[in-house]
């Protein structure tokens, strides 16, 4: 089974930054990619941004110029991000998708951290 904990969540103010991290325990294989969405109030969950185990990303058009996904310490994948406008406030959801034979699509989420964007 994999474990999925989503940290870094807090009250910034517009402009700031915040770190999100993504930490993954379990079976995880080697092979997987890693993607943040989120969920804003109101809305449906949309997607952030992807990272693959060679280290390929990519990053929604409201991301791109702001925020960095990246792979930091042992199981643990960072989402960076810089110049944060109140329309970034959400909960910010850490989803693992297999990529291994034998689990090849299967998905595993971690319950969010909230960012709230506000002076």
């Known amino acids: 089974q994999v474990r999925v904990v989503e940290s870094g969540g807090a009250l910034v103010e517009p402009g700031g930054s915040l770190r999100l991290s993504c930490e993954v325990s379990?079976?995880?294989?080697?092979?997987?990619?890693i993607r943040w969405h989120r969920q804003i109030p109101g809305k449906e969950r949309e997607f952030v941004a992807f990272i693959g185990t060679g280290g390929t990303t990519e990053l929604a058009e409201f991301a791109k110029g702001r925020f960095t996904i990246s792979r930091g310490a042992t199981n643990l994948w960072n989402l960076q991000m810089n110049g944060l406008k109140l329309e970034d406030t959400a909960v910010y959801y850490c989803?693992?998708?297999?990529?291994?034979?034998?689990?090849?699509?299967?998905?595993?989420w971690g319950p969010g951290t909230q960012v709230t964007v506000a002076s």
């Open positions: 989803e693992f998708e297999s990529r291994a034979i034998g689990t090849y699509g299967k998905e595993f």
């Open positions: 379990g079976s995880t294989g080697n092979v997987y990619v």
